[in-house]
């Protein structure tokens, strides 16, 4: 069973940045599409970000897009969320998860058995 630990988080001000990692052990996911995904207090889990198998596509939610970068690094098993130019409304507890496509990723929403602990993102007005 893989297990996935999010890490990164923090307070910064609006317009600043930061880069969540999301490191795999157990099993590998070199073989997964890969996803960010964030809730907010009293809102809906909801998918942000996600990258192919093999890093090739990638998909972002029209609310990050421009603005989110997610990229993986295969030898080391991690996942990353560069996040630029961050708004209040970024505010939200980030989780990442593995499925076998972007399009299975996008179709299941939140709908996955196991998350990790997430990392909490707090952004300041």
């Known amino acids: 069973q893989v297990q996935l630990v999010e890490s990164g988080g923090g307070l910064v001000q609006a317009g600043g940045s930061l880069r969540l990692s999301c490191a795999a052990s157990g099993r590998t996911i070199s073989n997964y599409a890969m996803g960010w995904f964030r809730q907010a207090p009293g809102k809906e889990r909801d998918l942000v970000a996600a990258i192919s198998r093999s890093g090739g596509s990638t998909y972002y939610a029209d609310s990050v897009k421009g603005r989110f970068t997610i990229s993986r690094d295969k030898v080391k098993t991690t996942v990353y969320l560069q996040m630029d130019s961050l708004k209040p409304e970024d505010t939200a507890v980030y989780y990442c998860?593995?499925?076998?496509?972007?399009?299975?990723?996008?179709?299941?929403?939140?709908?996955?058995?196991?998350w990790g602990q997430g990392t909490q993102v707090t952004v300041s007005s």
């Open positions: 998860n593995r499925d076998h496509t972007i399009a299975t990723m996008i179709r299941r929403g939140n709908g996955y058995d196991y």
